[in-house]
Nanobody, 122 residues
Framework: QVQLQESGPGLVKPSQTLSLTCTVS?????????WSWIRQPPGKGMEWMGA???????YYRPSLKSRTSISRDTSKNQFTLQLRSVTPEDTAVYYC???????????????WGQGTQVTVSS
């Protein structure tokens, strides 16, 4: 079973770029799945942010598309999320996952990391 682990800074200043990396084991990011990012702000529901597929094609939530980039490093079996010009409203728990479809609004389908808290604050 594929396993995923998020890593990155837990605190980002407003207007800066949030960068998170997802390290994948037990499977290759070049075979099957959408490799996805989803987040949950405090007191709110899950919000799908985007995904990269096994061929490197990217898909983004329309409302975040102008600020979001998802890329991958196949040599390290990792994929990354960059969210530019962050504000306190981007404070959330961020999850990376492997799903068979996109978008998704829950982490009950597919395989997901444990999540990482990111706080946007000066």
């Amino acid at each position: 079973q594929v396993q995923l682990q998020e890593s990155g800074p837990g605190l980002v200043k407003p207007s800066q770029t949030l960068s998170l990396t997802c390290t994948v084991s037990g499977g290759s990011i070049t075979s099957g799945y959408y490799w996805s990012w989803i987040r949950q702000p405090p007191g709110k529901g899950m919000e799908w942010m985007g995904a990269i597929d096994d061929r490197g094609n990217t898909y983004y939530r329309p409302s975040l598309k102008s600020r979001t980039s998802i890329s991958r490093d196949t040599s390290k079996n990792q994929f990354t999320l960059q969210l530019r010009s962050v504000t306190p409203e981007d404070t959330a728990v961020y999850y990376c996952g492997a799903t068979s479809q996109r978008p998704v609004t829950t982490i009950s389908e597919g395989s997901w990391g444990q999540g990482t808290q990111v706080t946007v604050s000066s």
